[in-house]
């Protein structure tokens, strides 16, 4: 069973940078798409970004596209999200999750294993 531990977000002002960390155990990690997905208060889970499990193929909602980047470092088995230019429609819980073969997939539904999520507050 995939665990996928995260780190990183927190209160940052308009205009500042943050970056995410979703850390894997207990699978192959290059065997997985990992995908970035946010939750605002009141409002459904939304698509982030998504990285194949190839890293051939990336995905990014036009809400973030050009100011975030998803990356996988497998020789550390961690998956991140650089965040530049956070906007305070931006502030979400963040979860990272993982998806067996994926290639990138925009729906929540396909990924098998979640982050437990982390707080990301943009605000001045």
């Known amino acids: 069973q995939v665990q996928l531990v995260q780190s990183g977000g927190g209160l940052v002002h308009p205009g500042g940078s943050l970056r995410l960390s979703c850390a894997a155990s207990?699978?192959?990690?290059?065997?997985?798409?990992m995908g970035w997905f946010r939750q605002a208060p009141g409002k459904e889970r939304e698509f982030v970004a998504a990285?194949?499990?190839?890293?051939?193929?990336?995905h990014y909602a036009d809400s973030v596209k050009g100011r975030f980047t998803i990356s996988r470092d497998k020789s550390k088995n961690t998956a991140y999200l650089q965040m530049n230019s956070l906007k305070p429609e931006d502030t979400a819980v963040y979860y990272c999750?993982?998806?067996?073969w994926g290639m990138g997939s925009r729906l929540g539904s396909t990924y098998d294993y979640w982050g437990q999520g982390t707080q990301v507050t943009v605000s001045s």
């Open positions: 207990g699978g192959t990690f290059s065997n997985y798409a």
């Open positions: 990285i194949s499990w190839s890293g051939a193929r990336i």
């Open positions: 999750a993982s998806d067996l």
